[in-house]
Nanobody, 122 residues
């Protein structure tokens, strides 16, 4: 079992920045694919970024060059650094984990956090 708790969402103006955090506890998550997934009102869930156990990251085309996913394995924290934010980035962002190969296009995960809201105004 893995428990995930996100924090540090909020409201920001366009071109601003935010850094989301996800604290993991329970079973060691070093062998998991960790990810950030978002869902905007009226839209389906969208994979944003993944990082695997070897530290390899992958991004959705919509956020490449603007978002960076990292993990601090010593502290069991996953981060999402978001720069040059756009109004279309407004969504509920959730941290997720699964014990299979990462696929940034997949939204099927075994463990989910409760989500943190990010709102970007123009």
């Amino acid at each position: 079992q893995v428990q995930l708790v996100e924090s540090w969402g909020g409201s920001v103006q366009a071109v601003g920045s935010l850094r989301l955090s996800c604290a993991a506890s329970g079973s060691t998550y070093s062998g998991y694919c960790m990810a950030w997934v978002r869902q905007a009102p009226g839209k389906e869930r969208e994979g944003v970024a993944t990082v695997d156990s070897a530290g390899r990251s992958s991004y959705a085309d919509s956020v490449k060059g603007r978002f960076t996913i990292t993990k601090d394995s010593g502290k069991n924290i996953l981060y999402l650094e978001m720069n040059s934010l756009k109004p279309e980035d407004t969504a509920m962002y959730s941290c997720a984990a699964r014990y299979v190969r990462c696929d940034v296009k997949s939204t099927k995960f075994d463990y989910w956090g409760q989500g943190t809201q990010v709102t970007v105004s123009s």
